[in-house]
T-cell receptor, first 113, second 115 residues
Framework: AQSVTQPDIHITVSEGASLELRCNYS??????LFWYVQSPGQGLQLLLKYFSGDTLVQGIKGFEAEFKRSQSSFNLRKPSVHWSDAAEYFC???????????FGTGTLLAVQP | ETGVTQSPTHLIKTRGQQVTLRCSSQ?????VSWYQQALGQGPQFIFQ???????GRGNFPPRFSGLQFPNYSSELNVNALELDDSALYLCASSLVTGGSYNEQFFGPGTRLTVL
């Protein structure tokens, strides 16, 4: 069955430090993968997506993610975190014929000054 | 260009009642998907409407139903509310043109509390 796992429920980093949020997926074919960010009381904003081609994708707000088929992973990275990056981050895979997005349980990011 | 809007923002109901949530899709979009996000969880797909017909459904009971109107706005109806229905309900719209994936744009959600 298609699924997404985000192993880290909560991460705290210092402002200016680098960030990596983990995502593992289970999908039979070539996946379409996404990272979304959700600020308190807000909907979901798309940070970046991977469909095919270059396995390192660039997104908004200085985020990037790398698709690694051998590890079934799509980890999100940022070289220097800003206080405004504090939010919840969701990894998702497109469920193909089911026409839905399948989300992980999210990683809550806290940023220390 | 107007984004996806949802109403109401917050709603409190009691067990057994019925609720209707509304979503206006982004201009030019023809498809609406609904998701339920329980506290501490990721969004779960409820169903999708394309050209006024249900076009995919997740693992939700029949008391969750929906409509899509000719202007592509949509309603989510939940009958016989249960405590576990308390969640953030997200609507997402997209323009389906026959490709394999069409980006979904999310609204801010409706926070439903069932007492």
């Amino acid at each position: 069955a298609q699924s997404v796992t985000q192993p880290d429920i909560h991460i705290t980093v210092s402002e200016g430090a680098s960030l990596e949020l983990r995502c593992n997926y289970s999908y039979g074919a070539t996946p379409y993968l996404f990272w979304y960010v959700q600020s308190p009381g807000q909907g979901l904003q798309l940070l970046l997506k991977y469909f095919s081609g270059d396995t390192l994708v660039q997104g908004i707000k200085g985020f990037e993610a790398e698709f690694k088929r051998s590890q079934s992973s799509f980890n999100l990275r940022k070289p220097s975190v800003h206080w405004s990056d504090a939010a919840e981050y969701f990894c998702a895979v497109f469920g193909g014929a089911t026409n839905k997005l399948i989300f992980g349980t999210g990683t809550l990011l806290a940023v220390q000054p | 260009e107007t984004g996806v809007t949802q109403s109401p923002t917050h709603l409190i109901k009691t067990r057994g009642q019925q609720v209707t949530l509304r979503c206006s899709s982004q201009s030019g979009h023809n498809t609406v998907s609904w998701y339920q996000q329980a506290l501490g969880q990721g969004p779960q797909f409820i169903f999708q409407y394309y050209r006024e017909e249900e076009n995919g459904r997740g693992n939700f009971p029949p008391r969750f139903s929906g409509l899509q109107f000719p202007n592509y706005s949509s309603e989510l109806n939940v009958n016989a509310l249960e405590l576990d229905d308390s969640a953030l309900y997200l609507c997402a719209s997209s323009l389906v043109t026959g490709g394999s994936y069409n980006e979904q744009f999310f609204g801010p959600g409706t926070r439903l509390t069932v007492l």
